[in-house]
């Protein structure tokens, strides 16, 4: 394991449901990530925190809404989402804006 | 925009042979970094090696070595005495060394299998 937790592993929830994935680094790093990784295609970014400022917004829609309380903790929080949502969703975290990303083991998340 | 373009979707290996899995870019930018991601089945995804654009040494990690060509934009991985434990999905992954530009750019991924 690589120091950087989510959960849950899995979720299913259904189009009207609010619901909320967290991330954790026991790692020390000053930035973390929101990726979501979906079938055949290639990693997207979807948030970067910085220092806990937001400095990247890949144009993700507003049904996912980002929150970093401070530099260890990072939360993805979701409401009305789409079918087209469901994908495995990674968080990473690196010491460094530059420096590799540390990934978690992702949420599996399942939109019905 | 920078683009990362992985064109072998499936490579398959001989145990203890030697593989290379292919990666080009696509930027404008002169100075980024480049990263190989291992990602095994149902597990986490972990960095197998790393090059910064500005050093001409390529860069080793024990039985993984990248072949970096600046000028050709191409960044392959070679992994040698392959192990079964190899197998797994390989992501190349581009990261600008610009101040104002935070984004990460993968491939779309190369499935690696091991054949005992």
């Known amino acids: 394991e690589t120091g950087v937790t989510q959960t849950p592993r899995h979720l299913v929830m259904g189009m009207t449901n609010k619901k909320s994935l967290k991330c954790e680094q026991h790692l020390g790093h000053n930035a973390m990530y929101w990726y979501k990784q979906s079938a055949k295609k290639p990693l997207e970014l979807m948030f970067v925190y910085n220092f806990k400022e937001q400095t990247e917004n890949n144009s993700v829609p507003s049904r996912f809404s980002p929150e970093c309380p401070n530099s260890s903790h990072l939360f993805l929080h979701l409401h009305t989402l789409q079918p087209e949502d469901s994908a495995l969703y990674l968080c990473?975290?690196?010491?460094?804006?530059?420096?590799?990303?540390?990934f978690g083991p992702g949420t599996r998340l399942t939109v019905t | 925009a920078q683009t990362v373009t992985q064109s072998q979707p499936e490579m398959s290996v001989q145990e203890a042979e030697t593989v290379t899995l292919s990666c080009t870019y696509d930027t404008s930018e002169s100075d980024y970094y480049l990263f190989w991601y291992k990602q095994p089945p149902s597990r986490q995804m972990i960095l197998v090696i790393r090059?910064?654009?500005?050093?001409?040494q390529n860069a080793t990690e024990n039985r993984f070595s990248v072949n970096f060509q600046k000028a050709a934009k191409s960044f392959s991985l070679k992994i040698s005495d392959s192990q079964l434990g190899d197998a797994a999905m390989y992501f190349c992954a581009y990261r600008s060394a610009s101040e104002n530009n935070n984004d990460m750019r993968f491939g779309a991924g190369t499935r690696l299998t091991v054949k005992p």
């Open positions: 090059q910064e654009a500005y050093k001409q």
């Open positions: 990473a975290s690196s010491p460094g804006r530059f420096a590799a990303g540390y």
